[in-house]
């Protein structure tokens, strides 16, 4: 696998680095008695593992796993992609859709829930199935896949002059291949009213490769200003390769943020979240937001209590410069924001 980094502006990057991401997508681990296999867990772990993936399938890119402690069935990086028993008995609050989110679709692929901004779900798919995922139960089967099936939805943000700023989404808007996420951005960037848009990915994360040229002349080659929000939970899924891929983007001017979701078992403790905060401010990424866990069915062992939430992000505040410490938020069905905890 080919490592991206200064080195490859002298030979023909692009194409080797697009058939490198796309065979990371190709080789991930989609079957549990692999990914059990591959970290050496106890053989206890495969029948909850095998029933729980029938509800939301594994998929785990290697570079990811790569990141992991094999041995370690408590591995930050690890609880991320593993199915649990623990998914299989749902808390009472949780529900399949726990946003509200089909009540605010506007037309298939676009959802408007804030003033000013509008989310499109670029993308069916993601480059890695996080167990917790407040969309795992979302009918992305349902979202517009091509430019001829986007165009309702550009024709509504064309037809809003309130909006000035597009969020794309998913599933990962970074699985589509960058000739059609530019044909997508050129049509966003026709739109007069749009300044702004807004890349939601977990994919520089999972496959740092994903920040290829291509996607690079991409978001630099319109006037929209660009923001790439990416997710990382824990320190270590942030290697040196995920750096290099990161500093790319910030090379071109383009503003990074991260979010992440408060975990537990993953990120509930102060070392892994002002670790993550350092790893990223290191880079230049700005901690945006950390996100209460919403409750959707199958992922009510990760949550942690709102207090002890609250409890964290506080002494975080007295280890970190004060613009290192992401907003607590927690979203409501309804809300006309996202609710700042702390
Ligand atoms: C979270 C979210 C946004 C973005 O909210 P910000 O607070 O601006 O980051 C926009 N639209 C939808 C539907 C969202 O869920
Ligand atoms: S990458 Fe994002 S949308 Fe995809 S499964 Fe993970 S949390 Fe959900």
């Not at 480059?127 to 939805?153: D, G, K, M, T, V």
């Not at 059609?180 to 496959?207: D, F, W, Y």
């Not at 709102?306 to 970190?320: A, C």
Request: proline fraction near 8%.
């Amino acid at each position: 696998m080919q490592i991206v980094t200064g080195k490859t502006d002298s030979v023909p990057a692009s194409v080797a680095a697009t058939a490198d991401w796309q065979q990371a997508l190709k080789s991930a681990v989609r079957e549990p008695d692999e990914l059990i296999d591959r970290l050496q867990l106890p053989a206890r772990y495969l029948a909850p593992a095998r029933q729980a993936a029938r509800e939301f399938p594994v998929f785990a890119p290697l570079d990811f796993i790569r990141r992991m402690e094999p041995g370690n069935p408590h591995d930050p990086l690890l609880r991320q992609v593993l199915p649990l028993d623990l998914e299989l008995s749902p808390g009472e609050k949780d529900r399949k859709d726990p946003l509200e989110e089909a009540s605010a679709i506007q037309t298939p692929g676009l959802l408007q829930k804030y003033a000013g901004r509008a989310l499109l779900i670029a993308a069916g798919a993601c480059a890695i199935h996080c167990r917790y995922c407040f969309r795992r139960h979302f009918p992305y089967q349902e979202a517009p896949r091509s430019l001829a099936a986007w165009q309702p939805a550009l024709q509504m943000l064309a037809d809003d002059p309130s909006l000035d700023e597009v969020l794309l989404s998913g599933g990962d808007p970074l699985t589509l291949v960058d000739s059609q996420l530019g044909a997508l951005m050129s049509q966003i960037a026709g739109i007069e009213h749009i300044c702004r848009l807004r890349i939601h990915t977990r994919l520089p994360i999972v496959i740092p490769e994903r920040v290829t040229d291509e996607l690079l002349a991409n978001l630099k080659g319109n006037r929209l200003t660009m923001f790439v929000v990416v997710h990382a939970n824990h320190p270590a899924e942030i290697d040196d390769r995920v750096g290099v891929g990161l500093r790319r983007l910030l090379d071109q001017g383009i503003t990074v943020l991260n979010q992440a979701v408060l975990l537990k078992g993953v990120n509930d403790s102060l070392d892994a979240l002002v670790g993550l905060s350092r790893q990223l401010i290191n880079l230049g990424v700005v901690p945006y937001y950390l996100h209460q866990l919403d409750h959707v069915a199958g992922a009510s062992h990760f949550e942690v209590p709102v207090s002890q939430g609250r409890q964290l992000v506080k002494t975080m505040r007295e280890h970190l410069p004060g613009y290192a410490v992401p907003r607590y938020v927690v979203e409501k069905p309804g809300g006309s924001s996202k609710e700042v905890i702390s």
